[in-house]
Nanobody, 116 residues
Framework: QVQLVESGGGLVQVGGSLRLSCVASRSILSAYTMGWYRQAPGNEERELVAKLTHGGATTYADAVKGRFTISRDNAKNVVNLQMNSLKSEDTAVYYC?????????WGQGTQVTVSS
């Protein structure tokens, strides 16, 4: 079992920045992927924001390319998401995800609200 705890969400103005962090309860060094998803108000599904593979390859949603950066700190079992130039459409609950085959783990979510 792995528990994931997100932090760093909050209220920010358009154009501002936030840094989300996800701390895992144990080593995620062997995780196949680590990533961030979000669920916007009124949407039923979570969408991929960014993910990082074990080998270091990154994938970003088109909507966040050039603005968001995903990173990991293996020593601290942390996955971060640096979000810059935030837009109102980035408002959502952000969830941390870790795939430790065959299990898929989720955090409880952290709210990000971007106001104009």
């Amino acid at each position: 079992q792995v528990q994931l705890v997100e932090s760093g969400g909050g209220l920010v103005q358009v154009g501002g920045s936030l840094r989300l962090s996800c701390v895992a309860s144990r080593s995620i060094l062997s995780a196949y992927t680590m990533g961030w998803y979000r669920q916007a108000p009124g949407n039923e599904e979570r969408e991929l924001v960014a993910k990082l593979t074990h080998g270091g390859a990154t994938t970003y949603a088109d909507a966040v390319k050039g603005r968001f950066t995903i990173s990991r700190d293996n020593a601290k079992n942390v996955v971060n998401l640096q979000m810059n130039s935030l837009k109102s459409e980035d408002t959502a609950v952000y969830y941390c995800n870790v795939l430790l085959h065959p299990y898929n783990y989720w955090g409880q979510g952290t709210q990000v609200t971007v106001s104009s």
